[in-house]
Structure formats: structure tokens, C-alpha cells
């Protein structure tokens, strides 16, 4: 069973930057895609950034967000910078061993609980 942790997450400014954390514990996820989603109140789940042997963005994180990894660690991270309060939501990390379609969340085996970004005006 694989097991998701995001950190990271914050109350921050308008124009300031955050990095959220994804650790995974139980398997070793070299193989996998990961990616990060996010949701807001009322708001479907969105697809954020993804990386395997490339990475993806939303047109809303490209320019602003990085995703990388860890590899020794299988640890991803989203550098996020510039954010606005449009990125106010509760930002997810998921796992999945086939994904094609990176940006489709049904493609994604596994997720974490979300660790809450709040970016205030």
C-alpha cells in the first residue's frame, strides 16, 4: 500500500512563494507518474503539474510553478512563486503507475489527504 504526504502548505501574501512537499512511504514510486492536483471550495479537482520523464503544467501553474524530484528519496516538490489568490485551494499529491493522460485525476492511483494554500490580497 502506498502512502502519500504533502507539507508545505500556508497562509502567505500575494507575490510570495511556497514548497510543498510529497513523501510517499510503502513502495518505492521511481516507476511512477506524479503529479499535483488542487482543489478550491466548489471547485472540481484540478490538474496542477505532473513529472516522469517530463514535466507538465496547467496553463495557470506554467511560468510560476516547478515540480521536480527527489529521486534518491522518490521526494516531489512544487516551487511555487508568485502566487496569487486565485491559487487558493487544497493542493494534492497523487501517484500513478500508468498514466497516460497526466492531466486526467482518474488516471492516478493514489493520493494524499492535501495540504491547504492560502494565498491572501
Known amino acids: 500500500q502506498v502512502q502519500l504526504e504533502e507539507s508545505g502548505g500556508g497562509l502567505v501574501q500575494t507575490g510570495d512563494s511556497l514548497r510543498l512537499s510529497c513523501v510517499p512511504s510503502g513502495r518505492a514510486l521511481s516507476r511512477y507518474v506524479m503529479g499535483w492536483f488542487r482543489q478550491a471550495p466548489g471547485n472540481e479537482r484540478e490538474f496542477v503539474a505532473a513529472?516522469?520523464?517530463?514535466?507538465d503544467y496547467a496553463a495557470s501553474a506554467k511560468g510560476r510553478f516547478t515540480i521536480s524530484r527527489e529521486s534518491a528519496k522518490n521526494i516531489v516538490y512544487l516551487q511555487m512563486n508568485s502566487l496569487k489568490p486565485e491559487d487558493t485551494a487544497v493542493y494534492y499529491c497523487?501517484?500513478?503507475?500508468?498514466?497516460?493522460?497526466?492531466?486526467?485525476?482518474?488516471?492516478?492511483?493514489?493520493w494524499g489527504q492535501g495540504t491547504q494554500v492560502t494565498v491572501s490580497s
Open positions: 497523487a501517484a500513478g503507475l500508468s498514466a497516460r493522460d497526466v492531466y486526467s485525476a482518474s488516471e492516478y492511483n493514489y
Open positions: 513529472i516522469s520523464w517530463k514535466t
